[in-house]
C-alpha cells in the first residue's frame, strides 16, 4: 500500500464527468479522480479499531516539533495535495470545472471537508459525518462549475 492508502485517486476524468453523471445529487462522476478521491478518503475514516488517521494523529502530534518525523509528514502532506491538484487540473483541463478555478484552493476547500468528516465521525458518528461531507462536496463542486 502506498503512503496514500485508499485515497489514491485512480483513472482520469472523462469529458461530461464532474458535473453530468445521473444518480447524483451534484451530478459529480463517482469515478473522477478528485470525486474517487473524495469517496475513498470517506471509506478511510471508517477506521474504528485503529484509531484513525495517522497522517492526523501525526500532524497533531508533530506540528510544531521540528525534526526529521515532521519534515517527512509535511512531504508526503505537500505530495498528496499535489495529486488532489492535478486531479482538479484535469477536471478543469476537461471543460468540467470553471476554467478560472485555482486547482490548490480547490484542493484545500476538499481537504478542509475530509478534515471535518474525520473529526465529526469520532465525535458524533460516520453515517451523518459522511452524509454532510457529501453533501459539502457536492456544493464545491457546485460552486466550481462552469457556467452553461
Known amino acids: 500500500m502506498s503512503w496514500a492508502g485508499p485515497c489514491a485517486a485512480p483513472g482520469s476524468p472523462r ?32 477506521h474504528e479499531k485503529d484509531g484513525g488517521c495517522l497522517f492526523l494523529a501525526a500532524a497533531s502530534e508533530y506540528d510544531d516539533r521540528p525534526g526529521p ?45 475530509a478534515l471535518a468528516i474525520h473529526h465529526d465521525a469520532g465525535l458524533t458518528g460516520y453515517v451523518g459525518a459522511v452524509a454532510r461531507g457529501q453533501r459539502a462536496f457536492e456544493r464545491l463542486i457546485r460552486g466550481y462549475a462552469p457556467a452553461r
Open 15 to 46: 469529458p461530461g464527468c464532474w458535473t453530468r453523471a445521473p444518480g447524483s445529487t451534484s451530478g459529480a462522476c463517482p469515478t473522477s479522480p478528485s470525486n474517487a478521491a473524495f469517496a475513498n478518503w470517506a471509506g478511510w475514516v471508517r
Open 69 to 113: 518525523i515532521r519534515d517527512r509528514l509535511l512531504a508526503l502532506e505537500a505530495a498528496w495535495r499535489e495529486q488532489l491538484a492535478r486531479a482538479v487540473q484535469q477536471a478543469i483541463d476537461a471543460g468540467e470545472l470553471d476554467a478560472s478555478t485555482d486547482p490548490a484552493q480547490f484542493a484545500f476547500e476538499m481537504y478542509a471537508i
